[in-house]
């Protein structure tokens, strides 16, 4: 049977009645690539086309466009904010209902990803099976990304959360909704449920994947079975899963560990537009998609247009809070992907990691690099009581650094409690922060109030248009 996006209903119907209200706003976001809603997925051209709007929708500004990033940051104790201009003070703040909210792009993502599955479940004519296997590795690896960024937002993570005010957590939909009458109001799925998928997804994506190499050019850009382990990985640790961390971690790092950005190499690896150590990425040029310059990374987190400018961009609101510049001492390499802003801004310190990538306005986003999995791997042995193995992983962190190596005295929660510290030093500004200590269950520590695990404002609101059109699905309490 043919497939088809039927015209406006796969940007607009998802799973529920809400993107019926939503028609309009999400047909304004056109992923590049993608194809007219009329023509069918019956050639590989049409389905690769798909698939790129899939991809399209993670450039976004909700998505890792910029609120993926800086928000995580800003909720947390990472950051300061100059309230001039004004936009994400809320966030920072922790004011009720100021949040991420990413429930439209990924949902409409989704809907994308589980109509390609669909498709290729029975191949159309003229698509082979290596074709086919390359596209749905990289879907089920993408639905697994968004069902994640889903879950950590919405709701509570596997083994952290406030009992009485857990309400669970996204709606989980496999099949897609080609038109209006296929509709469905779903309530919200466990946590349990949600990950199911995504695990069985990313066991998917690496094998499906293995092997295989989308863009040769440009690998990283991609959905890769490297991507998939160590997205794994981090999913994981999410779970308290050790043992599948230290699996998946080790498996990606065996075909990426050179990918390790060597300290010499370090600061020049932030300069250029695609980061050494990106596993996956998301690339962007601010202008030439969907982004546009004022809520770029670049004019989030700096007031220079560029590190040789000196001229005030009059942006640059979210800065780097002193609690945090403090714990970089000065022999820490890391500590030059810090300077003093121009301007207003001119006694503040801000981050350059989105900053001259390899030109104005590059903005590429590493959504998961090399960094990351060895300390995902090295919490994940702390945990497991291999505390020699990770002694070692989190050597490889400090040493490149510029730091000394910790010693073999180092053991129990001092050990675990270093291996935090460096993955918040190491995964600063990249939007971490937030969700590690949510999902450990641990309060925001913050000079203009402490926020604490068990207050509600921790989860955001479901949109109200989904509540409203979708009486089975619960709002988190207190919205």
């Known amino acids: 049977m043919m497939k088809t996006y039927p015209k406006t209903i796969i940007s607009c119907i998802l799973t529920m009645a809400v993107w019926i209200s939503a028609c309009n706003k999400i047909l304004d976001v056109n992923p590049k690539q993608s194809i007219d809603s009329s023509i ?115 709701g509570y993570d596997p083994k952290a959360s406030v009992d009485e005010i857990n309400y669970g957590s996204v709606p989980l939909m496999t099949d897609p909704v080609l038109g209006a009458d296929q509709v469905t109001y779903p309530e919200r799925a466990t946590v349990d449920a949600i990950y199911e998928l995504i695990y069985n997804d990313l066991e998917a994506a690496s094998q499906l994947l293995q092997g295989k190499t989308v863009n040769a050019s440009n690998p990283e850009y991609y959905a890769s079975a490297e991507a998939a382990l160590a997205l794994f990985s981090r999913v994981a640790l999410y779970n308290e899963d050790y043992e599948r961390v230290i699996t998946t971690a080790t498996n990606a790092l065996s075909t990426t560990g050179d990918k390790f950005m060597a300290h010499a190499a370090y600061i020049a690896g932030w300069r250029q537009m695609k980061l050494p150590e990106s596993i996956f990425e998301i690339v962007f040029h601010v202008g030439d998609h969907e982004n546009p310059v004022n809520t770029s990374l670049r004019a989030t987190f700096t007031s220079r247009i560029s590190l040789s400018s000196t001229s005030f961009s009059n942006r640059g609101n979210v800065v780097v809070a002193p609690a945090l510049y403090s714990l970089y001492t000065n022999d820490d390499v890391r500590r030059q992907l810090f300077i003093n802003g121009v301007g207003r801004n001119a006694n503040r310190t801000e981050i350059t990691k989105f900053l001259s990538r390899s030109g104005t306005n590059h903005d590429n986003t590493p959504v998961i690099r090399v960094s990351e999995v060895i300390l995902n791997r090295a919490e994940a042995y702390a945990h497991d009581d291999q505390e020699e193995l990770a002694r070692q992983d989190l050597n490889r962190i400090r040493e490149r650094a510029g730091l000394d190596p910790v010693d073999d005295g180092l053991t129990g929660q001092a050990l675990l409690d270093e291996i935090l510290l460096q993955r918040r030093l190491e995964l600063a500004f990249e939007g971490h922060r937030f969700f590690d200590l949510k999902r450990q269950g641990l309060d925001i520590i913050k000079p203009i109030g402490n926020v604490r695990f068990e207050e509600s404002r921790i989860l955001p609101p479901l949109p109200i248009q989904e509540t409203l059109l979708n009486t089975n699905l619960k709002q988190n309490f207190g919205y």
Request: proline fraction near 6%; avoid cysteine; charge should be negative.
């Open 40 to 154: 069918a997925l019956e050639s590989p051209e049409a389905i690769t086309a798909a698939l790129n709007s899939v991809y399209a929708y993670l450039r976004q500004p909700s998505q890792y466009g910029r609120d993926l990033i800086a928000i995580p940051e800003l909720l947390a104790d990472n950051t300061d904010h100059t309230n001039n201009p004004t936009e994400l003070y809320g966030q920072f703040r922790n004011q009720p209902g100021a949040h991420m909210n990413i429930w439209g792009s990924s949902y409409s993502a989704i809907n994308e990803i589980n109509n390609i599955l669909d498709v290729l479940s029975t191949p159309p004519a003229g698509v082979s099976a290596e074709f086919a296997e390359t596209i749905a590795g990289q879907a089920h690896f993408l639905r697994a990304l968004y069902y994640h960024n889903l879950s950590r937002i919405y």
